[in-house]
Nanobody
Framework: QVQLVESGGGLVQAGGSLRLSCAASGDTQCISTMGWYRQAPGKERKLVAG???????IYADSVKGRSTISRDNAKNTVYLQMNSLKPEDTAVYYC??????????????????WGQGTQVTVSS
């Protein structure tokens, strides 16, 4: 089916920047909208940003103005550029891809496909 592999996480000081990448492989024709979620310890997983194949974007209020999501359809890759990072941005960031729902494109849950996650830690 579809595999998603994230990279680019790490430790950064408050006010710094980080660029996350997510590369999709396998049956990439099964992918529609892609996005990033994050989950801090003891908290629920929440949407950070999403982008359609056509380039339409959506951002959580907490990152709006500081983050930019983009995708390269030819490379089957989605990016999240994060600037002016704050300690409250610390979380595991998960790449997500919604399924087209076409025959042979079943996913594990209603959200579609998930990456393994990459840790982002922002120190003060």
């Amino acid at each position: 089916q579809v595999q998603l592999v994230e990279s680019g996480g790490g430790l950064v000081q408050a006010g710094g920047s980080l660029r996350l990448s997510c590369a999709a492989s396998g049956d990439t024709q099964c992918i529609s909208t892609m996005g990033w979620y994050r989950q801090a310890p003891g908290k629920e997983r929440k949407l950070v940003a999403g982008v359609t194949e056509g380039g339409s974007t959506i951002y959580a209020d907490s990152v709006k103005g500081r983050s930019t999501i983009s995708r390269d359809n030819a490379k089957n890759t989605v990016y999240l550029q994060m600037n002016s990072l704050k300690p409250e941005d610390t979380a595991v960031y998960y790449c997500n891809a919604a399924s087209t729902g076409w025959e042979g494109c079943s996913s594990a849950d209603e959200y579609g496909y998930w990456g393994q996650g990459t840790q982002v830690t922002v120190s003060s």
